[in-house]
């Protein structure tokens, strides 16, 4: 019988626990740069089906971080020294990646230059870490693989769907990008850092402006987009008409993930756990937008006919500082939904036992699922965090927002607001 339970190699020297931990903590670097500029690009991205990809882009490379973090520990490298940059190279090219200035020069970057060095990086690591002592290590890169290589094989389809609707200049200017950040990423010695650094090409260099955060929210032209919620849509008042409100409520939650996304992207110093906890919530809304589209789409809805809601991300950016924003989603509304009834519990109940639509059924039930996760992300970084665990401060600062949200939609009853507006914020 084979030793080791089959394990082959065992009589390779491998790395050395610091050469591990030097290796992993630059391809989880990586990753929580990717989270942060998915993050912020999934607001850029007026691309419906891309700001919804690249929120669940976003989650995994939290979850792929989080264990690379976690396993550094173990090869005796602190969080604190994890989390700090490890190259100002890998920074530019980061820094580059984030300026990507169309959603194709996006996708280039991720998909044909970024993902797969960490890819290679991965199986690099694989191929040269002992496989006895460091079998931990070994089956979280084959797992991440997984997720890396589907990333991939989307990342690519997508591209070559831009890349047919792209003009000649675009094409150009996206193998222009391609090459640029490549010899970026050669000059740091590549993900791994093996090779010596050296200066990049001046000569390859591309232009790129510092991103910014769109003024609105953004779609793409099969939509009309609107503040005010369920505007021009008039739901009966019957069963059914509750049934397609419940639809309706479901779709538009990809403005929701918005508001988070914002939260995420511009808040600074927050522990990492907060990070990884909002790119969860983030992508966990996403799913339940695609949850009401589905639900829209089996029953034959056109799901562009209806101008689709965008309110949280205006009310993110101009009504509400970003605890504001967290508080109003996780306390006013999240926690408040577990309430029974009605809440969360009873919208599933009416979905089974009232309308008796499965899919609905099955939507509705992970709806509250992923619900009393979120209402403990507001217990967690909202009243114990940010309250010091008083509830009723909480609440109260819950219930403000509420009033704050009134008197900011109160602008949209005739039209945009414009600077200087009452409760518009910071433009």
């Given at each position: 019988m084979h030793p080791f339970m089959g394990i082959e190699h065992w009589d390779r020297i491998g790395l050395s626990v610091e050469e591990s931990s030097r290796r992993l903590r630059r391809i989880g670097f990586v990753d929580r740069q990717l989270m942060r500029i998915e993050v912020g690009?999934?607001?850029?991205?007026?691309?419906?089906?891309?700001?919804?990809?690249?929120?669940?882009?976003?989650?995994?490379?939290?979850?792929?971080?989080?264990?690379?973090?976690?396993?550094?520990?173990?090869?005796?490298?602190?969080?604190?020294?994890?989390?700090?940059?490890?190259?100002?190279?890998?920074?530019?090219?980061?820094?580059?990646?984030?300026?990507?200035?169309?959603?194709?020069?996006?996708?280039?970057?991720?998909?044909?230059?970024?993902?797969?060095?960490?890819?290679?990086?991965?199986?690099?690591?694989?191929?040269?870490?002992?496989?006895?002592?460091?079998?931990?290590?070994?089956?979280?890169?084959?797992?991440?693989?997984?997720?890396?290589?589907?990333?991939?094989?989307?990342g690519l389809s997508a591209i070559g769907e831009l890349a047919t609707a792209a003009s000649s200049e675009e094409l150009q200017l996206a193998a222009r990008w391609e090459t640029y950040l490549t010899d970026l990423l050669e000059a740091c010695g590549g993900i791994e850092g093996q090779s010596a650094a050296r200066t990049p090409d001046p000569l390859l260099a591309v232009p790129s402006k510092a991103f910014a955060l769109p003024e609105r929210s953004t779609r793409d032209e099969r939509f009309t987009s609107s503040v005010v919620k369920f505007k021009d849509i008039e739901f009966a008042d019957s069963d059914q008409g509750r049934f397609e409100l419940m639809m309706y409520s479901r779709y538009f939650e990809m403005t929701p993930a918005e508001g988070i996304a914002y939260v995420h992207f511009t808040t600074e110093g927050k522990p990492w756990a907060f990070y990884f906890d909002t790119a969860r919530h983030l992508w966990d809304e996403v799913r339940h937008s695609w949850f009401g589209e589905a639900a829209l789409r089996v029953k034959g809805y056109d799901v562009y006919s209806k101008p689709n809601w965008t309110g949280w991300y205006e009310m993110a950016q101009y009504a509400f500082d970003n605890d504001e924003t967290y508080t109003h989603l996780t306390i006013a509304i999240e926690k408040a939904a577990m309430k029974y009834p009605p809440g969360k519990r009873e919208e599933w109940e009416f979905c089974r036992d009232i309308v008796k639509d499965p899919l609905m059924t099955t939507f509705q039930d992970f709806d509250w699922a992923d619900e009393v996760v979120h209402a403990g992300f507001g217990q967690k970084w909202i009243i114990d965090a940010l309250h010091s665990g008083d509830s009723a401060k909480a609440m109260a600062a819950a219930e403000a927002t509420v009033c704050k949200r009134v008197e900011f939609m109160k602008q949209y009853e005739n039209g945009t607001p414009t600077k200087g507006t009452p409760f518009a914020g910071n433009y």
């Amino acid at each position: 019988m084979h030793p080791f339970m089959g394990i082959e190699h065992w009589d390779r020297i491998g790395l050395s626990v610091e050469e591990s931990s030097r290796r992993l903590r630059r391809i989880g670097f990586v990753d929580r740069q990717l989270m942060r500029i998915e993050v912020g690009h999934m607001l850029a991205r007026p691309e419906y089906e891309i700001k919804g990809a690249l929120a669940r882009l976003a989650w995994q490379e939290a979850k792929h971080n989080e264990e690379l973090r976690n396993r550094c520990k173990q090869l005796r490298l602190s969080s604190v020294a994890y989390d700090k940059c490890p190259d100002a190279g890998l920074q530019l090219l980061m820094d580059r990646t984030l300026e990507s200035e169309s959603t194709l020069l996006l996708l280039t970057a991720l998909f044909k230059v970024v993902k797969p060095a960490q890819i290679a990086a991965c199986r690099a690591y694989m191929e040269l870490a002992q496989p006895l002592v460091d079998e931990p290590t070994i089956s979280l890169l084959k797992h991440q693989l997984i997720d890396r290589e589907d990333q991939i094989g989307w990342g690519l389809s997508a591209i070559g769907e831009l890349a047919t609707a792209a003009s000649s200049e675009e094409l150009q200017l996206a193998a222009r990008w391609e090459t640029y950040l490549t010899d970026l990423l050669e000059a740091c010695g590549g993900i791994e850092g093996q090779s010596a650094a050296r200066t990049p090409d001046p000569l390859l260099a591309v232009p790129s402006k510092a991103f910014a955060l769109p003024e609105r929210s953004t779609r793409d032209e099969r939509f009309t987009s609107s503040v005010v919620k369920f505007k021009d849509i008039e739901f009966a008042d019957s069963d059914q008409g509750r049934f397609e409100l419940m639809m309706y409520s479901r779709y538009f939650e990809m403005t929701p993930a918005e508001g988070i996304a914002y939260v995420h992207f511009t808040t600074e110093g927050k522990p990492w756990a907060f990070y990884f906890d909002t790119a969860r919530h983030l992508w966990d809304e996403v799913r339940h937008s695609w949850f009401g589209e589905a639900a829209l789409r089996v029953k034959g809805y056109d799901v562009y006919s209806k101008p689709n809601w965008t309110g949280w991300y205006e009310m993110a950016q101009y009504a509400f500082d970003n605890d504001e924003t967290y508080t109003h989603l996780t306390i006013a509304i999240e926690k408040a939904a577990m309430k029974y009834p009605p809440g969360k519990r009873e919208e599933w109940e009416f979905c089974r036992d009232i309308v008796k639509d499965p899919l609905m059924t099955t939507f509705q039930d992970f709806d509250w699922a992923d619900e009393v996760v979120h209402a403990g992300f507001g217990q967690k970084w909202i009243i114990d965090a940010l309250h010091s665990g008083d509830s009723a401060k909480a609440m109260a600062a819950a219930e403000a927002t509420v009033c704050k949200r009134v008197e900011f939609m109160k602008q949209y009853e005739n039209g945009t607001p414009t600077k200087g507006t009452p409760f518009a914020g910071n433009y």
